[in-house]
Every structure is written in structure tokens, then in C-alpha cells.
């Protein structure tokens, strides 16, 4: 009986042809993966080498996530698809200290603390005023209201110009610490524009004009105008925040205080990264992702901007802010760090589930949607605890027709002081 196969009549290209697209592929995957290797071990030792990181060195690996997720999102639905993951074990985090920094969708953070704590009746640190930990000076216990005798508390999350030690006599020793930052090009313009009126030096040149004009002639108006009680909000002042001396951008300064910031705080934020930013902090905590849901609060209304002017008044912004800078890009990197070892296809997936639970609330509760200006609020109760400087467009949200009674609803829109004013009477009343 004669069998026609490669093997017994020994043609001899049935064995060279594959065996050379074998070794082809081979070589191809190693080289691929060698090279992955050597480019993240480059990195990751200069980056040991120093503290301080430039933003670019994230360029790669956004890049590279970005890529992942456009392959997703242009693949089918049967390809796309994934079996649902397990969640490792964890415990759930409920002693948190929140550094709330100034314009960096700090608000919409604090919101979701709020309403954790509320729902699960954990006990906050509450400020004397009911606003902040006595800002701008440094954190002192005195400053939190009495509790009738406990000690401890289980959130920390409103304003204050961070002290360490002193935190920390009023949080537990297993406290989560985390705060959030923001790109300081898009920062100074935020602030320039929305606390103008509190700061003397902003106000050398008119309410509306662009920053650019300002940054341009930034040393003469910061040394020549009266200092006032928010002087440091024109210059590095979410290094003030941390409790450093915003003034002080001598490289070895910078590099201890980023090198110290890091010690103290398990996770620093992105705003400008904000998704990925709360898929992150939802597993650092254990919590669900329905959970860190939230809307944009407290937020400006921008108007357009050409992108060559907004280019320069980034580049004049970190110039100025030598040391939030240098804190940004470390920070920056190191959320991309992160999420390259959480996985870029898992933190896609995550992503999409946390803006389909953000939709959700906004279907639930909002009326159209979405936000509105300020001008447009309709619930007089809310007008009467909603600060907006003059001049400045804030969204806002009007609850739709039967969501007013809904507990959850109410406190997703609820500004920071009403809300605050509520945890307060809860705890002490």
C-alpha cells in the first residue's frame, strides 16, 4: 500500500519551507519582544537615576495605549469581546486622606468621597468653618471639629496646605493617601481666570484677556503687586498645596520634594488623565467602578482657544512654574507606569464601564444630560450655596422632573459647602 505523504516519499521542500518561515517568525517575535524589554529597562533606570521626569518620556506609552484601544474599538464585536476578569482579593480601603489641590477636578474626587462615606456612615474629618482645614495656612489638628471624644477619623477631604505630621495625628496609621494634579499649561489658565479676583498680581491685566499677557511680563507684576491672602496662587501653587515653599525652584529643592511627595502618598492623580486616573485609584481602594462615578463639578466653561497661542502659554506657564512642572512630569510618568502594569486592555475595558456608569447617573438624574450655565439653575435652594466668582461660566446641572426626591441624585449635584453643610449636621446633630 503506498501512502502520498511528505514524510515517507521525503520531498525534501515539505520540511525546508516551513521550517524556515518557523525560524523567520521566531527571530521576528524576538526581536520584537527584546527590544520592548530594553526600551522599558532604558527608562525605568533613568528614571532611578532622577526624580524628576520630563513629560515626554510618557509620549511612548500613550502612544502605545492609545494604540490598543483604536485596534478595540475597530475590531468586531466578537473580537472585542472578552470573558469577564477575575478581581483579585482585596480590602476595601475606608481611611482616606484626600489631598484636595486647587483646579484640578479636586471637586468632582471630593463628591464621591462624600457620598461613600455618607452611604456607608463613616465618620469625616470636618473643618471648623465647614470649608477648609484653616487654607492658606498649614493643617493643624485644631483646626478639625471636635468629635465628642473619638479620636480617629475615616475621611479627610476638603481643603487644606498639606502638613504631614500633623495629619497624621488625626487620621489612622493605615490611611490611604492620595491628592490629584493637573498639567500646568491648562492649570495656570484655570486659575488665572477663575480666582483673578483674589489674586493682586493676576490683576495687572484685565479680567478675560488672555493669560499669555500676563505670563509675558509674569516676574514684574509677581514682584511689584501687593502680596494679599492668595499671592501664591500666581506662582507653583500646587507645590504650595503639598506644603512646600512655592517659591523655591532650585533643582535639588524640586527633586526632594517630589522624592518626599511620593514617600507620603500611595497615588497621585492626572487630571488631565482623569478616566484612567479613577479606574486606578477605584483598585488601589476595592472599590467598585459604579462606585467612582461621578459627574464634572465645580468645572469652567472654555471658550476656544487658538492651539499655537495655547502651545506658548504652556510653554511660558511651566517655565514660571518651574517646580509644579517637575512635579507634573514625574507624576505624569508614573501614571503611565501604572497603567501599563494594570494592562492596557484591561484599563480599556474599565474605562468603558466607567463612562457607561457616568452616562447612567447623567440619564438617571439630568435634565438633558448634560450641564448647563451656571445662569440656567433652576433649584433655588441650590443657587442660594453655589459660588461662582464674577465673570467666570460655570456648568451646572438641573435635575430632571422626579429626580429631585432621589437621595443619590441630589448629592451628585449638590455643591461642595451644601454637601459638606449636610455631613456636618449628620455627625453632630
Same mark, same amino acid.
Given at each position: 500500500?503506498?501512502?502520498?505523504?511528505?514524510?515517507?516519499?521525503?520531498?525534501?521542500?515539505?520540511?525546508?519551507?516551513?521550517?524556515?518561515?518557523?525560524?523567520?517568525?521566531?527571530?521576528?517575535?524576538?526581536?520584537?519582544?527584546?527590544?520592548?524589554?530594553?526600551?522599558?529597562?532604558?527608562?525605568?533606570?533613568?528614571?532611578?537615576?532622577?526624580?524628576?521626569?520630563?513629560?515626554?518620556?510618557?509620549?511612548?506609552?500613550?502612544?502605545?495605549?492609545?494604540?490598543?484601544?483604536?485596534?478595540?474599538?475597530?475590531?468586531?464585536?466578537?473580537?472585542?469581546?472578552?470573558?469577564?476578569?477575575?478581581?483579585?482579593?482585596?480590602?476595601?480601603?475606608?481611611?482616606?486622606?484626600?489631598?484636595?489641590?486647587?483646579?484640578?477636578?479636586?471637586?468632582?474626587?471630593?463628591?464621591?468621597?462624600?457620598?461613600?462615606?455618607?452611604?456607608?456612615?463613616?465618620?469625616?474629618?470636618?473643618?471648623?468653618?465647614?470649608?477648609?482645614?484653616?487654607?492658606?495656612?498649614?493643617?493643624?489638628?485644631?483646626?478639625?471639629?471636635?468629635?465628642?471624644?473619638?479620636?480617629?477619623?475615616?475621611?479627610?477631604?476638603?481643603?487644606?496646605?498639606?502638613?504631614?505630621?500633623?495629619?497624621?495625628?488625626?487620621?489612622?496609621?493605615?490611611?490611604?493617601?492620595?491628592?490629584?494634579?493637573?498639567?500646568?499649561?491648562?492649570?495656570?489658565?484655570?486659575?488665572?481666570?477663575?480666582?483673578?479676583?483674589?489674586?493682586?498680581?493676576?490683576?495687572?491685566?484685565?479680567?478675560?484677556?488672555?493669560?499669555?499677557?500676563?505670563?509675558?511680563?509674569?516676574?514684574?507684576?509677581?514682584?511689584?503687586?501687593?502680596?494679599?491672602?492668595?499671592?501664591?496662587?500666581?506662582?507653583?501653587?500646587?507645590?504650595?498645596?503639598?506644603?512646600?515653599?512655592?517659591?523655591?525652584?532650585?533643582?535639588?529643592?524640586?527633586?526632594?520634594?517630589?522624592?518626599?511627595?511620593?514617600?507620603?502618598?500611595?497615588?497621585?492623580?492626572? &487630571?488631565?488623565?482623569?478616566?484612567?486616573?479613577?479606574?486606578?485609584?477605584?483598585?488601589?481602594?476595592?472599590?467598585?467602578?459604579?462606585?467612582?462615578?461621578?459627574?464634572?463639578?465645580?468645572?469652567?466653561?472654555?471658550?476656544?482657544?487658538?492651539?499655537?497661542?495655547?502651545?506658548?502659554?504652556?510653554?511660558?506657564?511651566?517655565?514660571?512654574?518651574?517646580?509644579?512642572?517637575?512635579?507634573?512630569?514625574?507624576?505624569?510618568?508614573?501614571?503611565?507606569?501604572?497603567?501599563? &502594569?494594570?494592562?492596557?486592555?484591561?484599563?480599556?475595558?474599565?474605562?468603558?464601564?466607567?463612562?457607561? &456608569?457616568?452616562?447612567?447617573?447623567?440619564?438617571?438624574c439630568i435634565d438633558g444630560g448634560k450641564a448647563v450655565d451656571s445662569s440656567k439653575l433652576k433649584d433655588a435652594q441650590m443657587k442660594q450655596n453655589f459660588y461662582k466668582p464674577a465673570g467666570v461660566s460655570v456648568g451646572v446641572y438641573n435635575l430632571k422632573k422626579g429626580a429631585e426626591t432621589n437621595p443619590l441624585c441630589r448629592e451628585l449635584v449638590t455643591p461642595e459647602n451644601a454637601f459638606t453643610?449636610?455631613?456636618?449636621?449628620?455627625?453632630?446633630?
Amino acid at each position: 500500500m503506498r501512502v502520498d505523504c511528505c514524510f515517507y516519499t521525503r520531498k525534501w521542500k515539505c520540511f525546508v519551507l516551513p521550517l524556515l518561515i518557523c525560524i523567520l517568525l521566531y527571530y521576528t517575535n524576538y526581536k520584537l519582544n527584546h527590544r520592548k524589554r530594553m526600551s522599558f529597562t532604558t527608562s525605568h533606570s533613568a528614571n532611578k537615576a532622577s526624580p524628576v521626569f520630563e513629560v515626554e518620556a510618557t509620549t511612548s506609552l500613550k502612544n502605545k495605549y492609545t494604540s490598543e484601544i483604536s485596534k478595540k474599538l475597530l475590531s468586531s464585536p466578537q473580537e472585542s469581546s472578552l470573558p469577564s476578569e477575575k478581581n483579585a482579593k482585596c480590602m476595601r480601603r475606608k481611611n482616606i486622606v484626600f489631598l484636595k489641590t486647587h483646579k484640578t477636578a479636586s471637586s468632582a474626587v471630593q463628591n464621591i468621597l462624600l457620598r461613600y462615606g455618607t452611604h456607608y456612615n463613616l465618620t469625616f474629618a470636618m473643618p471648623n468653618n465647614k470649608h477648609d482645614f484653616g487654607f492658606p495656612g498649614a493643617f493643624k489638628p485644631g483646626t478639625v471639629h471636635d468629635l465628642k471624644g473619638k479620636e480617629k477619623f475615616n475621611i479627610l477631604c476638603h481643603h487644606m496646605r498639606y502638613n504631614h505630621d500633623t495629619v497624621r495625628d488625626v487620621m489612622p496609621g493605615d490611611s490611604f493617601y492620595f491628592s490629584i494634579i493637573r498639567e500646568p499649561g491648562s492649570l495656570f489658565e484655570s486659575t488665572f481666570d477663575y480666582l483673578w479676583q483674589l489674586v493682586p498680581a493676576f490683576k495687572r491685566v484685565k479680567h478675560g484677556e488672555s493669560p499669555e499677557k500676563w505670563l509675558d511680563n509674569a516676574q514684574e507684576f509677581f514682584e511689584t503687586s501687593p502680596r494679599g491672602s492668595y499671592w501664591f496662587f500666581a506662582k507653583n501653587p500646587t507645590a504650595y498645596d503639598f506644603g512646600y515653599d512655592s517659591m523655591n525652584q532650585n533643582q535639588s529643592f524640586i527633586e526632594e520634594m517630589i522624592k518626599e511627595i511620593e514617600q507620603r502618598f500611595e497615588l497621585i492623580l492626572i &487630571a488631565d488623565h482623569y478616566q484612567e486616573s479613577m479606574v486606578l485609584l477605584s483598585n488601589a481602594l476595592c472599590w467598585s467602578i459604579e462606585e467612582v462615578a461621578c459627574l464634572s463639578l465645580n468645572s469652567r466653561k472654555r471658550d476656544k482657544i487658538d492651539l499655537e497661542v495655547k502651545a506658548r502659554v504652556r510653554q511660558k506657564a511651566r517655565a514660571w512654574n518651574k517646580a509644579d512642572a517637575a512635579l507634573f512630569d514625574h507624576f505624569n510618568a508614573t501614571l503611565w507606569k501604572k497603567i501599563e &502594569a494594570y494592562g492596557y486592555d484591561r484599563m480599556r475595558r474599565k474605562v468603558n464601564s466607567l463612562q457607561q &456608569a457616568n452616562e447612567n447617573l447623567a440619564e438617571l438624574c439630568i435634565d438633558g444630560g448634560k450641564a448647563v450655565d451656571s445662569s440656567k439653575l433652576k433649584d433655588a435652594q441650590m443657587k442660594q450655596n453655589f459660588y461662582k466668582p464674577a465673570g467666570v461660566s460655570v456648568g451646572v446641572y438641573n435635575l430632571k422632573k422626579g429626580a429631585e426626591t432621589n437621595p443619590l441624585c441630589r448629592e451628585l449635584v449638590t455643591p461642595e459647602n451644601a454637601f459638606t453643610d449636610v455631613v456636618f449636621k449628620r455627625q453632630y446633630h
